[in-house]
T-cell receptor
Framework: SQTIHQWPATLVQPVGSPLSLECTVE??????LYWYRQAAGRGLQLLFY??????ISSEVPQNLSASRPQDRQFILSSKKLLLSDSGFYLC??????????????FGPGTRLTVL | RKEVEQDPGPFNVPEGATVAFNCTYS??????FFWYRQDCRKEPKLLMS???SGNEDGRFTAQLNRASQYISLLIRDSKLSDSATYLC???????????FGAGTTVTVRA
């Protein structure tokens, strides 16, 4: 069965510091991968998605970047965090063909607080 | 207009009651529909996909109305463990991007 991991689970960082969040998927090959952010009391906002190694699409202009160095690894980064980067960061995966691309499965998330 | 809109609630219901709520979507090209459940400070988990004919999974029934562009979720015989936020999710076929509603909060009380 497929599993998705994220770490760290929680993170408190000062403004201006760098960020690196990691997501890995097991039990599937060549998944589509996604990064979302959920601000307190709000819906999920898609930040990036990737359909393959090195292929990243950005959904919104922002202070963040993403990379996919390996098939089942997805990394979210920032060079300098802003207060507005605080939130709950969720990684998700889906299949790559037909209807399987529709259903996304989420990792446990990273709760980031920028002070 | 938001792509997916939900009544935020909260819906406060006693154990054993039935609770139902809707979600509307704006894109008529939408083809896939889901309900996710999200517990406080946890990740969303897929509750059920919504099929055009409507579908049932135990105490949960989902309905799709394409003409009016809404999806409903009904929970029968509510349990305390049903307390959560329910997210309505919509997608176009073979489109990588899901559109999420902000969620409907349900609280089941003893």
């Amino acid at each position: 069965s497929q599993t998705i991991h994220q770490w760290p689970a929680t993170l408190v960082q000062p403004v201006g510091s760098p960020l690196s969040l990691e997501c890995t998927v097991e039990g599937t090959s060549n998944p589509n991968l996604y990064w979302y952010r959920q601000a307190a009391g709000r819906g999920l906002q898609l930040l990036f998605y990737s359909v393959g190694i090195g292929q990243i699409s950005s959904e919104v202009p922002q202070n963040l970047s993403a990379s996919r160095p390996q098939d089942r690894q997805f990394i979210l980064s920032s060079k300098k965090l802003l207060l507005s980067d605080s939130g709950f960061y969720l990684c998700a995966w889906s299949g790559t063909s037909g209807l399987s691309t529709d259903t996304q499965y989420f990792g446990p998330g990273t709760r980031l607080t920028v002070l | 207009r938001k792509e997916v809109e939900q009544d935020p609630g909260p819906f406060n219901v006693p154990e054993g009651a039935t609770v139902a709520f809707n979600c509307t979507y704006s894109n008529s090209a939408s083809q896939s529909f889901f309900w996710y459940r999200q517990d406080c400070r946890k990740e969303p988990k897929l509750l059920m996909s919504v099929y055009s004919s409507g579908n049932e999974d135990g105490r949960f029934t989902a309905q799709l109305n394409r003409a009016s562009q809404y999806i409903s979720l009904l929970i029968r015989d509510s349990k305390l463990s049903d307390s959560a936020t329910y997210l309505c999710v919509v997608n176009r076929f073979n489109d990588y991007k899901l559109s999420f509603g902000a969620g409907t909060t349900v609280t089941v009380r003893a």
